[in-house]
């Protein structure tokens, strides 16, 4: 065999390897919504969300609804919008200072520490927030207990990591050219951030945000340990108790007292699912309506 | 060329270049360089690919700053607004001195903006408002640059779909459009048909009369044609290369 048929021979074993790794995705993807699907879909109807309260005064919180998943789904809601509109700002201006301004030393170190944040197991964050909890309990307010504010906190020292990390990358992705010519036309440097650069690397910053998005919406470790119950209503402040997806179905699937109970477990995932897709959108009609995508039409 | 048959009338110096040293990781580039740039007047940079002519570039608009690991040694002295100034006295704003001293890229670098954005950005980064005035100048200096009559049509459109020798153009007019002092040019004519070319020799120097033009070139007719003095790069550094003197000193 020669070395061209042995290289075509190579080239054909890598395109079929690609091919199947989609395959194998694909299926995988496949198996768990339809699988999903299957077990869930016959619980799908109002009365999963709204139990026997009438979904119009539920929505407008006039009634509380105990037989249902609302208040779970508003919790959870909640949750990740609190914890991403806690951890955007810090995240992103972290990762700017890294990409930007962080010089040498520091730059390394800060590197080590976000590494580490992002490989903590999310039950070490949740005994974290449990300990930040229990000090403020005792040193600042006697009516601080586990609640949505102190899980939302929490959660977003679980996802700083990755909004740092994208919105870092994004930024020292970008060529050297590009951010060159910003400054070369007189740009300070803060000019050249808010114009050139980061319109540029918001594309790389919003995939960070979906990433934290997903995270925040599945955990269950760090907000078991943080102020999720099992049964609460919607909250009715950030101090309150609260019911999240996650969390309820990790509980009926732990102590389901018959089939219909774990069939709504099932149901809750669908949620789950689809509230993770509505803020997916939420997020995308965001970045395209940014003020400085007019900067950057492309 | 002007000049070189009048050797002995003084023309003001623009630039002054003292002692120039510059390194890249610590590997030298440029050694020991001093030289000097008359006012309005067109010098063209020539030399070997990879002797450091847009490197000495950088060191007029202290744009090599932002690059990371440089060092660079010497003192450069700019006429500015008629006061010679040390560019890198610390009392010395760099962005108003990028303001002034105007650089185009060997790469034409257009921002993924419409094209009127690009040419209008360095005078809203200025803190330019005035609509009606940016209108104007943008279309003045594209009109300059001959690439009006291309683009008036698609103004809003992406600068990205401009193709290279059109991007380059509207590099030069965002250059320009600041009305800087000195412009720096770096092989602004590589991408460029004979005809686009020439009509950019011909707005040099028609420009020279407002603004000091150091040009990196490699096509020496075209040097030949519009520079009033070529300056070599050589071995890290920069010798005049006068036609007269040329043939004593080679
Ligand atoms: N950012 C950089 N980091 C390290 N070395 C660099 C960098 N930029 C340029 N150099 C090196 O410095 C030397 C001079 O580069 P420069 O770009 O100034 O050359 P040039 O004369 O403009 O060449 P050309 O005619 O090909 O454009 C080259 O050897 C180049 O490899
Ligand atoms: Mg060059």
């Known amino acids: 065999m020669n070395g061209a048929s042995m290289g075509r021979l190579v080239e054909r074993g890598i395109i079929t390897f690609s091919w199947l790794a989609g395959a194998i995705l694909f299926t995988v993807i496949c198996a768990v919504t339809g699988y999903l699907c299957f077990r869930g879909l016959k619980t799908m109807s109002p009365a999963l969300i709204f139990g026997s309260t009438d979904p119009m005064s539920a929505l407008l919180l006039r009634q509380r609804v105990f037989d249902g998943l609302f208040p779970a789904m508003v919790g959870t809601l909640l949750l990740v919008l609190l914890s991403v509109g806690w951890a955007i700002p810090i995240g992103t201006a972290g990762g700017i200072y890294l990409a930007e301004y962080a010089g040498g030393g520091t730059k390394k170190i800060f590197n080590l520490l976000f590494d580490l944040l992002a490989g903590l197991p999310s039950i070490v964050i949740g005994l974290f927030g449990f300990s930040l909890t229990l000090f403020l309990n005792r040193h600042v307010s006697k009516e601080l207990h586990p609640c949505l504010l102190m899980s939302s906190i929490a959660l977003a020292f679980l996802i700083l990591p990755y909004i740092v990390r994208t919105t870092q990358i994004a930024l020292e992705n970008l060529p050297v050219q590009n951010r060159l010519t910003g400054l070369a036309m007189g740009a300070t440097r803060l000019q050249n951030l808010f114009h050139v650069l980061l319109p540029q690397a918001l594309a790389g910053m919003v995939s960070g945000v979906l990433l934290a998005i997903g995270r925040c919406a599945e955990d269950t470790a760090v907000i078991m340990l943080t102020g999720v119950v099992a049964s609460a209503g919607v909250p009715r402040s950030l101090l309150s108790h609260y019911e999240a997806l996650p969390f309820y179905i990790f509980y009926i699937s732990s102590q389901y007292a018959d089939q219909q109970e774990l069939a709504t477990g099932y149901g809750a995932a669908i949620l789950l699912l689809f509230i993770c897709l509505f803020l997916f959108a939420v997020a995308f009609v965001i970045k395209k309506s940014l003020p400085c995508q007019v900067f950057s039409q492309r | ?250």
């Open chain 2, 1 to 250: 060329m002007q000049s070189s048959t009048q050797p002995f009338v003084p023309s003001p110096v623009k630039i002054r270049v003292s002692n120039l040293f510059f390194s890249y990781n610590g590997r030298e580039v440029l050694r020991d360089t001093s030289l000097e740039f008359p006012e309005h007047a067109i010098t063209a940079i020539v030399g070997p690919s990879g002797s450091g002519k847009s490197t000495f570039l950088m060191t007029l608009n202290r744009l090599w700053e932002e690059l990371p690991q440089c060092a660079m040694g010497g003192r450069v002295e700019i006429m500015l607004n008629g006061i010679p100034q040390n560019i890198y006295a610390p009392d010395c704003g760099v962005e108003a001195l990028r303001r002034r001293v105007g650089m185009v890229f060997q790469m034409p670098n257009p921002l993924p903006m419409s094209i009127f954005k690009n040419v209008a950005f360095p005078l809203q980064l200025a803190g330019e408002k005035d609509k009606n005035m940016i209108h104007r100048r943008v279309e003045e200096t594209l009109r300059d640059v001959g690439l009006w009559d291309d683009v008036k049509d698609r103004l809003a459109g992406s600068a990205l779909s401009l193709s290279g020798g059109q991007q380059q153009r509207m590099c030069m007019a965002r250059a320009m459009i600041l009305r800087p002092e000195i412009l720096l040019l770096d092989e602004p004519a590589s991408a460029l048909d004979q005809k686009a070319a020439e009509a950019i020799e011909h707005l040099l120097v028609r420009w020279k009369q407002n603004c000091t033009i150091l040009i990196v070139s490699h096509y020496l007719d075209q040097v030949k044609r519009i520079a009033d003095s070529v300056v070599e790069l050589h071995d890290g550094r920069l010798r005049n290369r006068q036609v007269s003197t040329s043939r004593v000193s080679l």
